[in-house]
């Protein structure tokens, strides 16, 4: 989650980078039922990160800006000279993919 920490593998600490990401967060109070969806987010997001042969150059590229560089759909459109839509879908593509990976190596997803 936070790229430019050194310890973003295995941290597990909730900082102000990722406290603005959760949900019903009351004082510092995260729901038990928000547990299990934000574990398999976050599983997600290390996993899009992570699969570099998986991706196509340009789902490489978008989810690179998306992810690690924290830019809107949006700012990546501009950037890359397409359409908001092309980043979205190649977004979503990309969790298709790597959901595909991810559901054959472990049965939770």
Known sequence: ???NCPLR?????I???VEIQLPSLEAGRVDHEDLPRLYEGMV??????DAAGTLTKRQE???QMYFRENLQQKQIAEALGISQQAVGDSLA???ATVG????????SF
């Open 100 to 107: 595909k990976k991810l559901k054959s190596q472990n049965s």
């Open 15 to 17: 900082c102000s980078y």
């Open 61 to 63: 590229e978008i989810v």
């Open 1 to 3: 989650m936070c790229y």
């Open 9 to 13: 593998r295995t941290c597990s600490q």
């Open 44 to 49: 997600m997001t290390r996993a899009l990160l």
């Open 93 to 95: 593509r990309a969790r």
